[in-house]
């Protein structure tokens, strides 16, 4: 069953065009890498799939009864966070906040749900450390404790390798491959990095400023966009 | 020293203005921490502006001043608040749009009707003396509710100020919980301003918070710290004030620079 549809979605700023006519859907399970051109409406697109953003035109389903409390998100970093004082432990069980309908208070269960989720991405020896004290690697897995906390079925991730060094990146990819096959939650990601999103997301949305293209990672190695990009060689 | 303490508690207006001032310090620290996080610093300046047009207004109507004022309040916190997302108008100038503004239709108000009388003044300065009965039972309550919902909403909160987008994708109510920020901020400001005066009011936002998070990790500890600061401030600004005959708001501000400027130098020898 589809998890999130998109039928012919449209997305702008006032007149400004970003996104036109585009359909997709993605499957329970699927790990989805949306890549493009600068300005082709990566970024506006993920705001529309979080409902952070009205489409224009067409709209976004769920046949699976998809809420939004299902869902995680890996945000780009805000200026404002990074003089942030908050412990890592405070970070992360803000994300379990979404599994509460009226209980004030964190349970038991929100903090084990914390607890396991920060040591999945290994930042338990920083638990009680300041936020704005850490490195852009240990920020990022800290953000994604977070989202892990609040993803019941879906994460978002926003450009989750930015600013981050090779042999992180690898680290990075690695866990969210992790993330969606043990805990068997689908992942869309934003990103630059096309070689890296053919090798490791079963499913590619390349935008195009004129054309569009949807399906497996294996059809777009073989399309003639993903030649174009992936420079002629298919890759190992 | 304990003996000139021991007669300034024999002052009954000196006990009201230190019970409404304590709870009123407390509220402001405690929402303060979110305020400047959110880069808000400025919102207690522009509220306390229109605070100060909504009151001219009030008493030129023969209207009740709190009954006014809090509503007025409110709704310019909301538009504040509102504005930093989507408007042309950014968040901090719209905030200097509305502190002149609100600021010269007071003063048209004032001067159109009765001219400058001492209330107003006292508005504009804060006096402790300005505290009635009525004004403590109904600082007392307010201030009460407002510890009450930051209580009570504390996670929320702390969810929505440090990751607004987070917050909304996942499923949280963040226009409510930024409205009810919007609403705590603009009733702990009017019951500031008639002691602190609308000049200074802001300070009792923006100081404690800004000294608790220079030294603190956690932001459990910076809540707490910043209303220990921001108490120890004010009674002891009340103190000097009344020992060396000094406006009182000048006072309270005075302290909190100087915790600042202590708290300041600790951290930049830690550092070292």
Known sequence: ?236 | MLSSFSEMLSYPFIIRALTVGILVCVCAALLGTNLVLKRYSMIGDGLSHVGFASLAIAYALNAAPLAVSIPVCIAAAFLLLRLGENSKIKGDAAIAVMCSGALAVGVMVVSLTSGMNTDISNYMFGSILAMSKNDVILGVILSAAVMLMYILFYNRIFAVTFDESFSTATGIKTGLYNALIATLTAVTIVLGMRMMGTLLISSLVVFPSLSAMRICKKFKSVVIFSVIISVVCFVSGIYFSFVFSVPTGASIVSANILVFAIVFVIQKIKDR
Not at chain 1, 91 to 113: C, E, I, M, Q
Not at chain 1, 122 to 140: A, F, N, P, T
Not at chain 1, 177 to 200: L, P, Y
């Open chain 1, 1 to 236: 069953m589809a998890v999130l549809e998109c039928h012919n979605v449209s997305m702008s700023y006032g007149k400004n065009t970003v996104l036109n006519n585009l359909s997709f859907s993605i499957n329970a399970g699927d790990y989805l890498c949306i890549v493009g051109e600068n300005g082709a409406g990566k970024s506006t697109l993920l705001k529309g799939l979080l409902g952070l953003k009205k489409p224009s035109q067409g709209h976004f389903c769920s046949s699976d009864g998809l809420k939004s409390t299902d869902i995680g998100y890996l945000p780009q970093q805000s200026p404002a966070q990074k003089d942030f004082p908050a412990s890592v432990m405070e970070v992360v069980l803000s994300g379990t906040l979404n599994s509460h309908k009226f209980s004030p208070f964190y349970t038991k269960a929100d903090k084990n749900r914390a607890n396991e989720m920060i040591k999945t991405l290994g930042v338990e020896d920083i638990k009680d450390e300041c936020y704005r004290e850490l490195s852009g690697g240990q920020q990022q897995r800290v953000l994604l404790a977070r989202a892990l906390c609040a993803a019941k079925k879906v994460i978002l991730l926003d450009e989750p390798t930015t600013g981050l060094d090779p042999l992180m990146t690898k680290d990075f990819y690695k866990l969210i491959s992790q993330i969606n096959i043990e805990r068997g939650i689908t992942v869309i990601m934003v990103s630059h990095d096309i070689n890296s999103a053919v090798n490791e997301a079963s499913h590619i949305l390349y935008l195009g400023n004129n054309s569009h293209f949807f399906g497996t990672a294996q059809e777009y190695r073989e399309s003639e966009l993903g030649k174009k990009f992936l420079g002629g060689e298919p890759l190992a």
